[in-house]
Nanobody, 128 residues
Framework: QVQLVESGGGLVQAGGSLRLSCAAS????????MGWFRQAPGKDREFVAA????????LYAGSVKGRFTISRANAANTVYLQMNSLKFEDTAVYYC?????????????????????WGQGTQVTVSS
């Protein structure tokens, strides 16, 4: 089991920045690929960004590319999402997710079924 706890959400004006953190505990964090998803009211959960176990590969949704940066610190069992130039439409609950090195579900990094573990989420609200 991997336990994930997100932090860093809050209220920010459009154009501002926030950094989300996701602290992991349990099984070896460094073996897991990590992702960030978000869910706005009345909408499906959508992919935001993902990073490989080594940090050497990253993926971004088109809507955040160039504004958000995902990174990880394996020594600290933490993954980050730096969000710059925030827009009103970035308002959502942001979830951290972990994908085991032994994942065999057949899904890729950009969809929710591609992950084994989820955090409880942190609210990000961007005022226009």
């Amino acid at each position: 089991q991997v336990q994930l706890v997100e932090s860093g959400g809050g209220l920010v004006q459009a154009g501002g920045s926030l950094r989300l953190s996701c602290a992991a505990s349990g099984r070896t964090f460094s073996n897991h690929g990590m992702g960030w998803f978000r869910q706005a009211p009345g909408k499906d959960r959508e992919f935001v960004a993902a990073i490989s176990w080594s940090g050497g590969s990253t993926l971004y949704a088109g809507s955040v590319k160039g504004r958000f940066t995902i990174s990880r610190a394996n020594a600290a069992n933490t993954v980050y999402l730096q969000m710059n130039s925030l827009k009103f439409e970035d308002t959502a609950v942001y979830y951290c997710a972990a994908r085991s090195a032994y994942y065999s579900g057949g899904y890729g990094y950009t969809v929710a079924p591609g992950y084994d573990y989820w955090g409880q989420g942190t609210q990000v609200t961007v005022s226009s």
